[in-house]
């Protein structure tokens, strides 16, 4: 690496200086930390010690402006910025080469990392053995970011190579931040998980903590997951918005363990059962973080998926660093979780307690599913005979325990912490009437498949039990609740309903067709001011639509989005596939997005609850 | 045992068994282009995609065709029965997955790398 200093050198040294002296600091600071939290210093303090990581922070803080700044400033000599940045970018996709590959996503994830670390080390909410956690990860990151260093220098340039024009989008631009926030705050109940194993007191208060933060990284890794199927459904065009590709799954593994973690914690903190299995699950989540981490970046599955970051040599250094951190981790909780105090839980299986372990234990079963087929090219390709996995296994073998999952939903709200309520003749038959409601729905959408109708028919019992029974569970894991089962039906009418007409052919001439029973005509191409794009101009029964088709400054189709047109019955979707046109109908979909909403709104107001509760809980535990 | 154990342990084997079953029917095995032209099933297989102009065509049925080389200059002649995936042509290594039938792979999916100037990447 060599620092060349350039015009402007001196502001971009500043920047790097800082990145490194921060590195260093962290490094210290869990060396620190380390030697005197454990044996029998822990309880002395050691303000210097503590001053070294503010600044640590506030030197990542100032690397991170400046290297914002060379971003804006097209500073092309680092290798990073030239690769995803260009002159020609709008001031807020410039903003957006910040996250848009593995190098500046890791300083990210640093930057929010320390941010966070500060506000814990400031508050004193962490003791000492959980703070050294805390550092270690930062370590973690340390390395990670000297691996895939986003300071790196190249040659000079005069341009950059530009960003991936599927990445100039506003969905895109907020999407990485959202999901490294959720990244990121997973940290922080595994640490309190990690550290409860040290400390002298009743394992309590790490639950108390770790529930709002749980809530928040859950709420911001699903809000991040919802966001990317919105974006690949309106534009890639092939109209799905969820293609259990590796890539996504990284994600969404850990989101099912957080929903696991949540529910835990909601029984850890009632009631003295299972808690054994709430610490692992926070372990396990964030673990399984730096697990997605290591399929996605280090290259390994690149003949699996279409969108993994492409890999080079670092693929081992990134696997041994994750892989001995994951252990680390497992090998403590191992030795120490006997020290846990756990009873087992009523048995019965009508009571809050049970109900609870049966959310998060349902949240595993799909985690189990979804790691082992994510898993699958990995292994077999260690055990010598490589092979995919088709996402037929996901779409079929996910059905039964969603199934079993509404069922639960259904049942949830009628039972108490202790017993179950009966409910009245006249409830039982509005809930029979809303199972057959599910079921003419689908014979209307000539969905025949006795499991599709079964999730949609139960769907329709979970939603109209949370609506008869509000009053029985917290208003938020109400909301949630029916965001899931509205999400669940809203796919299969959304995927197995879709119908699709396609080979449309159109040139300037030609007449309406008819499509679905409706006209469909082209009213002709315009360029857009710029040259950058061309728009294809249609009418739908009567409304319009739009194809774009953004070109590079080569005059090269890079990207041809589809064009949607909403309908209270569905999307009518219209995707430019390179020889003819195709228009689907998507029915009910909104119940996706709306699905997608109630969850992300009820978690957020759960999040709020458990952050005023905190405090009160905490007084509670120290009472006792 | 009780009934709740009983229970638990029946949706268990339940979901399990079924799920271990989709399970095996999806493996699609990875393997070499020498491999493939004795194999049976759906498999997958990767190589350098051959970029004279020839032969990457349409024929008159809509079909796409197009040459596919492994490291010993070993070739395979895929069909597709969709649409040209999106800068087909600058793709160097080309991922197939289908099945191979009468001196034809016939391909039901395409994994492309590109090694253009755009890294290939979606959600993170």
Same mark, same amino acid.
């Given at each position: 690496?060599?620092?060349?200093?350039?015009?402007?050198?001196?502001?971009?040294?500043?920047?790097?200086?800082?990145?490194?002296?921060?590195?260093?600091?962290?490094?210290?600071?869990?060396?620190?930390?380390?030697?005197?939290?454990?044996?029998?210093?822990?309880?002395?303090?050691?303000?210097?010690?503590?001053?070294?990581?503010?600044?640590?922070?506030?030197?990542?803080?100032?690397?991170?402006?400046?290297?914002?700044?060379?971003?804006?400033?097209?500073?092309?000599?680092?290798?990073?910025?030239?690769?995803?940045?260009?002159?020609?970018?709008?001031?807020?996709?410039?903003?957006?080469?910040?996250?848009?590959?593995?190098?500046?996503?890791?300083?990210?994830?640093?930057?929010?990392?320390?941010?966070?670390?500060?506000?814990?080390?400031?508050?004193?909410?962490?003791?000492?053995?959980?703070?050294?956690?805390?550092?270690?990860?930062?370590?973690?990151?340390?390395?990670?970011?000297?691996?895939?260093?986003?300071?790196?220098?190249?040659?000079?340039?005069?341009?950059?190579?530009?960003?991936?024009?599927?990445?100039?989008?506003?969905?895109?631009?907020?999407?990485?931040?959202?999901?490294?926030?959720?990244?990121?705050?997973?940290?922080?109940?595994?640490?309190?998980?990690?550290?409860?194993?040290?400390?002298?007191?009743?394992?309590?208060?790490?639950?108390?903590?770790?529930?709002?933060?749980?809530?928040?990284?859950?709420?911001?890794?699903?809000?991040?997951?919802?966001?990317?199927?919105?974006?690949?459904?309106?534009?890639?065009?092939?109209?799905?918005?969820?293609?259990?590709?590796?890539?996504?799954?990284?994600?969404?593994?850990?989101?099912?363990?957080?929903?696991?973690?949540?529910?835990?914690?909601?029984?850890?903190?009632?009631?003295?059962?299972?808690?054994?299995?709430?610490?692992?699950?926070?372990?396990?989540?964030?673990?399984?973080?730096?697990?997605?981490?290591?399929?996605?970046?280090?290259?390994?599955?690149?003949?699996?998926?279409?969108?993994?970051?492409?890999?080079?040599?670092?693929?081992?250094?990134?696997?041994?660093?994750?892989?001995?951190?994951?252990?680390?981790?497992?090998?403590?909780?191992?030795?120490?979780?006997?020290?846990?105090? @756990?009873? =087992? /839980? %009523?048995?019965? $299986?009508?009571?809050?307690?049970?109900? !609870?372990?049966?959310? #998060?234990?349902? &949240?595993?079963?799909?985690?189990?599913?979804?790691?082992?087929?994510?898993?699958?090219?990995?292994?077999?390709?260690?055990?010598?005979?490589?092979?995919?996995?088709?996402?037929?296994?996901?779409?079929?073998?996910?059905?039964?325990?969603?199934?079993?999952?509404?069922?639960?939903?259904?049942?949830?709200?009628?039972?108490?912490?202790?017993?179950?309520?009966?409910?009245?003749?006249?409830?039982?038959?509005?809930?029979?009437?809303?199972?057959?409601?599910?079921?003419?729905?689908?014979?209307?959408?000539?969905?025949?498949?006795?499991?599709?109708?079964?999730?949609?028919?139960?769907?329709?019992?979970?939603?109209?039990?949370?609506?008869?029974?509000?009053? @029985?569970? =917290? /208003? %938020?894991?109400? $909301?949630?609740?029916?965001?899931?089962? !509205?999400?669940?039906? #809203?796919?299969? &009418?959304?995927?197995?309903?879709?119908?699709?007409?396609?080979?449309?052919?159109?040139?300037?001439?030609?007449?309406?067709?008819?499509?679905?029973?409706?006209?469909?005509?082209?009213?002709?191409?315009?360029?857009?001011?710029?040259?950058?794009?061309?728009?294809?101009?249609?009418?739908?029964?009567?409304?319009?639509?739009?194809?774009?088709?953004?070109?590079?400054?080569?005059?090269?189709?890079?990207?041809?989005?589809?064009?949607?047109?909403?309908?209270?019955?569905?999307?009518?979707?219209?995707?430019?596939?390179?020889?003819?046109?195709?228009?689907?109908?998507?029915?009910?979909?909104?119940?996706?997005?709306?699905?997608?909403?109630?969850?992300?709104?009820?978690?957020?107001?759960?999040?709020?609850?458990?952050?005023?509760?905190?405090?009160?809980?905490?007084? #509670?535990?120290?009472?006792? | 045992?009780?009934?709740?154990?009983?229970?638990?342990?029946?949706?268990?084997?339940?979901?399990?068994?079924?799920?271990?079953?989709?399970?095996?029917?999806?493996?699609?095995?990875?393997?070499?282009?020498?491999?493939?032209?004795?194999?049976?099933?759906?498999?997958?297989?990767?190589?350098?995609?051959?970029?004279?102009?020839?032969?990457?065509?349409?024929?008159?049925?809509?079909?796409?065709?197009?040459?596919?080389?492994?490291?010993?200059?070993?070739?395979?002649?895929?069909?597709?029965?969709?649409?040209?995936?999106?800068?087909?042509?600058?793709?160097?290594?080309?991922?197939?997955?289908?099945?191979?039938?009468?001196?034809?792979?016939?391909?039901?999916?395409?994994?492309?790398?590109?090694?253009?100037?755009?890294?290939?990447?979606?959600?993170?």
């Amino acid at each position: 690496m060599s620092f060349e200093v350039s015009k402007g050198g001196n502001v971009v040294v500043i920047g790097v200086v800082s990145f490194y002296v921060s590195c260093l600091f962290s490094i210290i600071v869990f060396i620190g930390y380390l030697f005197s939290s454990f044996g029998n210093s822990v309880n002395k303090k050691s303000p210097w010690l503590d001053k070294i990581y503010y600044l640590a922070v506030l030197f990542i803080v100032v690397a991170s402006m400046f290297y914002m700044q060379a971003i804006l400033s097209n500073k092309f000599q680092y290798i990073y910025i030239y690769n995803y940045s260009s002159i020609n970018l709008t001031f807020w996709y410039k903003v957006a080469v910040f996250w848009a590959g593995q190098e500046g996503s890791f300083l990210l994830w640093m930057l929010i990392h320390s941010v966070l670390g500060f506000y814990f080390l400031k508050s004193g909410k962490m003791n000492r053995p959980t703070f050294t956690f805390y550092a270690m990860i930062q370590v973690l990151l340390v390395i990670f970011l000297l691996i895939k260093n986003p300071f790196m220098l190249g040659g000079m340039h005069l341009d950059g190579a530009g960003m991936n024009p599927l990445l100039q989008d506003f969905w895109m631009v907020i999407h990485p931040p959202i999901i490294f926030i959720g990244y990121s705050v997973f940290a922080i109940p595994f640490v309190y998980a990690l550290g409860d194993l040290f400390s002298a007191k009743p394992s309590t208060e790490w639950i108390a903590r770790s529930l709002p933060w749980a809530l928040f990284a859950w709420l911001f890794l699903g809000a991040g997951i919802f966001i990317g199927g919105y974006w690949a459904y309106k534009t890639l065009g092939w109209g799905g918005y969820w293609g259990w590709d590796p890539v996504e799954n990284a994600s969404f593994i850990p989101w099912l363990t957080g929903g696991a973690l949540v529910h835990l914690l909601y029984l850890s903190r009632a009631h003295e059962g299972g808690r054994r299995l709430t610490h692992f699950t926070a372990i396990l989540t964030f673990s399984l973080i730096l697990y997605g981490t290591f399929l996605t970046r280090s290259g390994v599955l690149n003949d699996f998926s279409v969108h993994a970051f492409r890999g080079d040599d670092s693929a081992s250094l990134l696997a041994i660093v994750i892989f001995v951190f994951i252990g680390a981790a497992f090998v403590i909780f191992l030795f120490k979780y006997r020290s846990i105090q @756990s009873v =087992s /839980l %009523p048995n019965t $299986l009508f009571s809050r307690a049970f109900i !609870l372990m049966t959310g #998060g234990m349902l &949240f595993y079963a799909l985690a189990v599913l979804v790691f082992i087929g994510t898993s699958t090219p990995l292994v077999s390709t260690m055990i010598g005979s490589p092979q995919n996995i088709d996402i037929t296994f996901y779409n079929h073998s996910i059905l039964l325990p969603v199934l079993i999952v509404l069922a639960a939903l259904s049942f949830c709200p009628l039972i108490m912490w202790n017993g179950r309520q009966k409910l009245g003749r006249r409830k039982s038959f509005f809930l029979i009437l809303s199972f057959l409601l599910g079921c003419i729905l689908c014979i209307y959408y000539q969905i025949y498949n006795p499991l599709y109708i079964a999730v949609v028919s139960f769907s329709a019992v979970a939603i109209s039990m949370h609506l008869i029974k509000y009053k @029985s569970i =917290s /208003l %938020p894991a109400c $909301l949630a609740h029916v965001g899931i089962a !509205l999400l669940c039906a #809203g796919i299969i &009418f959304s995927s197995v309903a879709s119908t699709t007409r396609d080979g449309l052919v159109f040139a300037k001439e030609t007449p309406p067709l008819i499509v679905y029973n409706m006209q469909f005509m082209y009213n002709g191409g315009s360029m857009s001011e710029d040259g950058m794009a061309a728009d294809y101009n249609f009418t739908f029964d009567g409304m319009p639509m739009t194809l774009v088709t953004k070109l590079n400054t080569e005059g090269q189709i890079v990207l041809k989005k589809p064009a949607i047109l909403h309908k209270f019955t569905g999307d009518y979707y219209l995707a430019d596939l390179n020889r003819d046109l195709t228009l689907s109908f998507k029915p009910l979909i909104i119940l996706v997005w709306i699905g997608c909403t109630f969850i992300t709104v009820g978690c957020f107001f759960s999040l709020i609850q458990s952050f005023k509760n905190e405090s009160c809980h905490i007084t #509670g535990i120290l009472k006792k | 045992m009780n009934k709740r154990h009983v229970f638990i342990l029946v949706l268990i084997v339940l979901v399990g068994g079924y799920s271990m079953y989709e399970f095996s029917a999806s493996l699609n095995p990875y393997i070499t282009i020498r491999k493939v032209k004795v194999s049976h099933s759906t498999v997958q297989v990767k190589g350098h995609l051959v970029k004279d102009e020839a032969s990457i065509m349409y024929d008159a049925q809509h079909m796409l065709h197009f040459n596919l080389m492994d490291e010993t200059g070993e070739l395979l002649a895929v069909s597709y029965a969709g649409e040209k995936p999106r800068d087909f042509e600058r793709a160097t290594d080309v991922v197939v997955i289908g099945k191979y039938e009468n001196q034809q792979f016939h391909a039901d999916k395409i994994l492309m790398k590109c090694p253009s100037k755009y890294q290939k990447e979606g959600t993170l």
